[in-house]
């Protein structure tokens, strides 16, 4: 395994195949630095079109950086292709060759490297058993369910026995329970081979929970690294404070400033105690989700009404009925303050480097 790091990272592509006649660029990569250690799984979150797939070729070598270096385990790469960085990446349409079979999918690659057929076939049965697919060496992938083929992609990947694993979406096929138990699958496979990966994804419950940690992208720049408890409790510019969360941060006005905090921190006044802020809020409706009651309310005392969440535990019995004020508070310590301009904390990020 192989620690991986891009410094000043920049990317541009020109928009007129896109786009055309305008003849402009397009940024996708904006000057990002970032650093995977050894063994290290590392999430990249952002929405779609902020630059993460580019990111990932750009490591792997299947595009060529505008500005910037890439290094793997402390040497730069930029300029060297594909096949020498020892990185395996797994596509988000997995790029399984229909018309052959999965044993002949996974020994693929070491085909291409020309390894002799005894020990590609050791290596092949070896990966396949890795991630449980032995019965399916003999199927085509059309045969196969969309976990079956994430894992023949995975297997693919690991026959080359790479120093880094580049992974882009490779659970956006599955359905929402697929995904749970292929995510756990994942994150255990990859502690028993102990490779660097690095996981691309646009869903912020899949790097909660996968990550060791996570860099929140957005336009071709990085906003925030940080372990997962980190950028939650602690992000670092409204951007990350509401794109990770669902529901996501609360921010309320309050003059010049941004104030935001959890909906589980918004909690009936009554049962709030010690430092805290107070806040009368009209409950509009309610949810129940998962034994928890999510309140949609309207703060209405400070200067201009801001919709909010609150998100009560079953153990919270406080009767609450839609149309009626209710004091809520927040306790002090649970605040955040941004820049209403830019966006950015204005108050020291508590936890980590
Ligand atoms: N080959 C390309 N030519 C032109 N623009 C591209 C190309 N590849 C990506 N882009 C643009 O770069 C930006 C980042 O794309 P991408 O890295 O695919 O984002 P993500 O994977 O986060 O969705 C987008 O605006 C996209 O349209
Ligand atoms: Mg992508």
Not at 135 to 145: D, E, I, T, V
Not at 174 to 193: C, N, P, V
Request: charged share 25%; proline share 7%.
């Amino acid at each position: 395994m192989s620690a991986v790091e891009v410094r000043g990272l920049v990317k541009t592509f020109d928009g007129h195949v896109r786009r055309r006649g305008s003849g402009d660029q397009v940024r996708a990569l904006d000057g990002v630095d970032l650093a995977a250690a050894a063994g290290e799984y590392l999430v990249l979150l952002g929405p779609s079109g902020c630059g993460k797939t580019t990111l990932l070729r750009t490591i792997a070598g299947l595009e060529q950086p505008t500005g910037g270096e890439v290094l793997i385990g402390d040497q730069v790469v930029n300029g060297l292709p594909p096949r020498v960085r020892q990185v395996a990446m797994v596509f988000q349409s997995y790029a399984l060759y229909p018309h052959k079979t999965v044993l002949d999918n996974i020994v693929f690659p070491l085909k291409a490297e020309k390894t002799p057929k005894a020990e590609r076939e050791k290596k092949a049965r070896w990966s396949a058993g890795l991630l449980g697919i032995e019965p399916l060496l003999g199927r085509k992938p059309r045969q196969l369910s969309g976990g079956e083929r994430q894992r023949v992609a995975l297997a693919r990947a690991l026959v080359r026995d790479p120093a880094v694993f580049l992974l882009d979406e490779p659970l956006s096929n599955l359905d929402a329970k697929m995904r749970a138990s292929a995510r756990d699958e994942l994150r255990r496979f990859q502690e028993r081979i102990g490779t660097t990966t690095i996981y691309v994804t646009h869903d912020q419950a899949e790097a909660m929970g996968l990550g060791d940690r996570i860099a929140v992208l957005e336009r071709g720049r990085v906003r925030q690294v940080g372990t997962p408890v980190e950028v939650y409790d602690d992000p670092a510019d409204t951007f990350v404070a509401t794109f990770i969360g669902s529901p996501p941060m609360n921010l309320v006005r309050n003059g010049g400033a941004l104030v935001g905090f959890r909906p589980e921190h918004l909690l009936p006044a009554e049962i709030v105690s010690g430092e805290r802020v107070t806040m009368p809020l009209r409950v509009d409706r309610m949810e129940y989700l998962s034994g928890d009651r999510h309140v949609y309310g309207t703060v209405t005392g400070i200067g201009a009404e801001t919709r909010v969440i609150a998100r009560l535990p079953a153990t919270v019995t406080v009767p609450l009925e839609p149309g009626e004020t209710h004091g809520f508070s927040v306790a002090e310590d649970r605040l955040r303050f941004f820049d209403a301009e830019a966006g950015t904390r204005t108050d020291p990020v508590r936890i980590g480097p």
